[in-house]
């Protein structure tokens, strides 16, 4: 069975540090099946730990799609759940596309900060940090 092929085309704008909206057209073509979806999304950052992003969005010939995600970051993970369509919680008859997504990742490897901040001397050189040595 060949897949579908599907074309992208975005545009994101960041309205200021903390809100982005975003325009997504999906194209998917394969034999006897041509679909085109279009979404609308806002996303907006919480805190350093915290984002929300929702939007509305046609997907085929359904025009009752509103999708709402969260996600949650921690030093050594982070966790996302979201919806396709959160209107399908609100009312179930007018909806075509439901679902729910949940995922949680863990960071093994962590980078560290190996190097101090660049001195007024030495402004885009930085020096490595010394390892403490304990006196006798």
């Not at 907006?44 to 969005?57: A, E, F, M, Q, R």
């Not at 010939?61 to 996302?80: C, D, G, H, I, W």
């Not at 960071?107 to 190097?115: G, I, P, Q, S, W």
């Amino acid at each position: 069975t060949n897949l579908p092929t599907t074309f992208f085309t975005g545009l994101r704008y960041e309205v200021n540090p903390k809100f982005s909206v975003g325009l997504l057209n999906r194209y998917m073509s394969a034999k006897g099946l041509n679909q085109n979806s279009f979404s609308l999304t806002g996303h907006y950052i919480v805190n350093k730990k915290l984002s929300i992003s929702s939007g509305y969005s046609i997907i085929g010939k359904s025009f009752t799609n509103m999708p709402l995600a969260v996600l949650y970051k921690r030093e050594s993970s982070q966790s996302f759940i979201g919806t396709d369509n959160f209107l399908s919680f609100l009312a179930p008859s007018t909806t075509e596309f439901s679902g729910i997504t949940f995922e949680t990742c863990f960071y093994l490897f962590r980078k560290k900060n190996l190097y101090r901040s660049p001195t007024e001397d030495f402004p885009y050189y930085k020096p490595k940090k010394n390892k403490k040595v304990q006196a006798l």
